[in-house]
């Protein structure tokens, strides 16, 4: 019973948002800007047909998508975001057609007067809706067309092999010929046409284009909307609030006290005699190490082609592996090798816990690791088919390419995923379902860890809501389910649990404690979190009261993070309990990081880029990847390495660790990590920003503001910091080799297992 309250109210956040989250993603589907039959001039001029833009979506999917420029704000951030820059130049070819005919000169040598004349007569032109719903035309006037027509020439001539655009090509980091037929590439322009004019266009009815006004462009009043100030405003207000009730609450709990704890004198996990299924875990954590070490030396190369883009260091690396492929794998990997780090954990943990092995549960965990191995493998095979262009667009959708960043891999790889992860499912929950049954506090615990362990490959599902030609607005919205709820929303709440689980399995935390904590830390994250992923929907294609809903709970979701200095703090507390933890004082020290990078990089740098008039100028800047890596790797990967190493330590023999490489490597991957972002890549998005502001999304995300000397001498400026922090994942994949080769261990036991000397013998003759 005294576990209802908390058990009602994690169960009415959850009921509540995703009710929310529901209702407005119906709604999404009924105002997304609607793909029209056809695109024809007021005389019935055919431009472009419905089909076309549709194809032209999976031509863009096929080339990398996401992973080459963006769209909407979406994507990598070498190219163009190219719906601002198609829009761009179609309004600046039709003020200069004008300006030539109507004046006889350039639009910036007219007087304001003229120009304000012009300007408005463009903003006639594109921010009308000439959308016909009955009919599913797109009316546009034959200059529209001309315009079109010409900017569609400049692109077919970008992704041909046109040698005069051969130095914009090289500072995209687009190789020559990426679309290899003239079909594909009128395809492109298509789909890019249609992106653009989601851009300009108004709604219906209203004064603000399907994509709130984004990006910001002068020559078509693109502004920030009075709704988006406002309700940035509240955001912070709400921070503000959120903030001050948790820190009250905080306060009085502490206040009231709690039993104090001993901890035990010696380590109670010794005595656990890992199953043939949790040493079947091991080979995973050798699978872990390196696929971090890969997806790192593919970071590298990725980072280095935003000032080569055509070669990596006078080696023309792009004619095999160009910027889209290795910014994919690189992205892919990162997932892989972290969720790879916390299922092995949920493998092992499962039998610990309930001290029950089922059967053929050994050949259950082997089975996943080779369909983990087909997957990764497969995946990655047809993603690099795929932009080499050697596959058609349905067999591109099926085993190729999908083109939205972090779902990338083709759908036949994500239902096979989606097979593995539910199969997981199943490992988990026979193998912890025992401990049900046996007396003890621990139960609600249990049920937190098996939610959390459902959770997992439950929201992977909306990975597979979207079809071949969905909608772009409506394939963002599930996409983002994946990426925040299943990436940074129930990993989170896993890995609460998890590290909540290890700690009151070695004594460290009461059972009971731990439990209250966790059911409230979950309630408070989840009541800001699943909601705030409409923080990432801003501008991809809602309505305004998606952008109203994502301010607030986006704030929301960082206020349970300015109170994680105590978790650090009791983490590190608990390294120094009892002389036997010291043997577990690594993992213990990168949970501590986990602490650190979620108040810095999911807090404060999410922040910086989450309330609607920030992101307005920051989405699809250098920004993002401030927050990407701090977050994604800062929390995440920090924690699968923690967790890792943990396993490893019961797994293993027990040996005293060396622990200088894992020193070595704790401080290189933090302070690499620094200076990554401090020296290079924020520096960049600030600029960005400014650039932004002051001229627009397009010439901020331009090869005429990206190519100067600081920016090249700023982004040459991450080698010191991706260096530190390559040498660091290095060391950290050598002393985990060391640890199956014997260098990374001594020959005479720990202190850990001399305090149980005969449980360390048995296993040491195992």
Excluded at 238 to 252: D, E, Q, S, V
Excluded at 348 to 369: C, D, I, K, Y
Excluded at 689 to 709: K, L, N, P
Excluded at 725 to 730: L, M, N, S
Aim: glycine residues 10%.
């Amino acid at each position: 019973m005294k576990y209802l309250r908390l058990w009602i109210a994690l169960g009415v956040v959850i009921a509540a948002s995703f009710a929310v989250l529901g209702y407005y993603g119906w709604d999404l589907y009924r105002q997304a800007p609607p793909v029209p039959g056809r695109v024809v001039t007021s005389d019935g001029q055919v431009v472009l047909t419905g089909q076309e833009i549709k194809d032209g979506q999976n031509v863009w999917q096929s080339m990398g998508g996401q992973e080459v420029g963006t769209i909407w704000g979406h994507g990598s951030y070498v190219a163009p975001d190219w719906s601002a820059d198609w829009l761009h130049r179609v309004a600046t070819w039709l003020v200069e057609h004008w300006a030539a005919d109507e004046y006889g000169r350039p639009f910036d040598e007219l007087d304001d007067e003229a120009q304000a004349a012009l300007q408005a007569r463009l903003r006639r032109e594109l921010r009308t809706n000439t959308y016909d719903p009955e009919t599913g035309d797109l009316i546009v006037s034959s200059l529209r067309a001309e315009a079109i027509a010409a900017v569609g020439d400049h692109y077919a001539a970008l992704f041909g092999d046109d040698p005069d655009l051969h130095d914009l090509r090289d500072a995209y980091a687009i190789p020559a010929n990426s679309l290899k037929t003239p079909e594909r590439r009128e395809q492109l322009n298509a789909f890019f046409f249609w992106a653009s004019w989601a851009c300009a266009t108004n709604r219906p009815g209203g004064e603000v284009t399907y994509t709130n006004n984004w990006p910001a462009e002068e020559l078509i009043a693109n502004r920030p909307s009075g709704a988006l100030v406002v309700w940035s405003v509240l955001s912070f207000v709400l921070l503000l609030a959120g903030i001050g009730a948790l820190a009250w609450y905080f306060a009085a709990e502490r206040h009231r006290g709690d039993e104090y704890h001993e901890p035990p004198g010696a380590d109670p996990l010794l005595a656990l005699r890992p199953t043939p299924s949790m040493r079947a875990t091991l080979k995973f954590f050798w699978v872990v190490a390196a696929l971090l070490v890969a997806q790192v030396g593919l970071g590298a190369v990725t980072a280095h082609y935003g000032v080569e883009g055509s070669g990596f260091y006078g080696f023309p690396l792009a004619e095999w592996l160009p910027y889209s492929v290795t910014r994919t794998w690189h992205q892919q990997l990162g997932i892989f090798w972290i969720a790879t780090a916390w299922l092995a954990t949920g493998l092992f943990m499962a039998p610990a816990v309930s001290g029950h092995e089922p059967r053929f549960q050994r050949a259950g965990v082997n089975f996943l690791f080779v369909s983990l191995l087909i997957i990764v493998v497969g995946s990655m095979a047809g993603q690099w088919l795929a932009v080499q262009q050697r596959l058609g667009l349905e067999a591109n959708f099926w085993f190729g390419h999908q083109g939205y960043e972090y779902v990338d891999l083709g759908r036949f790889w994500q239902l096979f995923l989606t097979v593995g992860l539910f199969l997981w499912l199943f490992l988990m929950a026979r193998a912890i379902w025992p401990a049900f049954r046996q007396p003890g506090d621990h139960k609600h615990l249990l049920g937190l860890f098996l939610l959390a362990s459902a959770a997992i490959p439950i929201f992977y599902v909306p990975g597979l809501m979207w079809h071949r030609q969905t909608n772009l607005a409506i394939a963002e919205y599930w996409r983002w389910w994946v990426v925040h709820l299943w990436v940074e929303g129930f990993f989170e709440v896993f890995a609460t649990v998890v590290i909540a689980f290890l700690f009151t399995r070695m004594g460290l935390l009461r059972t009971t404690t731990a439990t209250a904590a966790v059911l409230f830390a979950t309630t408070i994250f989840l009541s800001g979190g699943i909601i705030g992923t409409f923080h990432h929907l801003y501008f991809t294609g809602t309505p305004t009261a998606i952008l109203a809903l994502g301010s607030v709970f986006s704030a929301l979701e960082v206020v349970p993070l300015v109170l994680i200095g105590f978790e650090a703090y009791e983490n590190l507390t608990l390294s120094q309990a009892r002389p036997w933890v010291s043997a577990y004082r690594w993992p213990i020290y990168f949970f501590v990081a986990v602490a650190f990078w979620n108040l810095v990089g999911a807090g404060l740098f999410g922040f910086l880029i989450n309330p609607p008039i920030a992101l307005y100028y920051m989405q699809g800047l250098n920004t993002t990847p401030v927050h990407g890596h701090t977050a994604l790797f800062g929390v995440y990967g920090m924690l699968g390495i923690g967790l890792m190493l943990f396993c490893l330590k019961g797994l293993t023999l027990r040996r005293e660790w060396k622990t200088g490489a894992l020193s070595f490597a704790f401080w290189t991957i933090n302070i690499g990590l620094a200076l990554m972002v401090l020296l290079s890549v924020l520096p960049v998005g600030l600029l960005q920003t400014w650039a932004s502001v002051e001229h627009g999304m397009w010439y901020a995300r331009s090869a005429e503001f990206m190519q100067t000397d600081l920016m090249n001498t700023l982004r040459w400026l991450r080698v010191v910091g991706d260096t530190i922090f390559a040498t660091g994942v290095v060391a950290l994949g050598w002393f985990v080799l060391g640890l199956r080769f014997g260098w990374s261990t001594r020959s005479e036991p720990d202190a850990v297992a001399r305090a149980y000397p005969e449980q360390a013998e048995a296993l040491s003759a195992r």
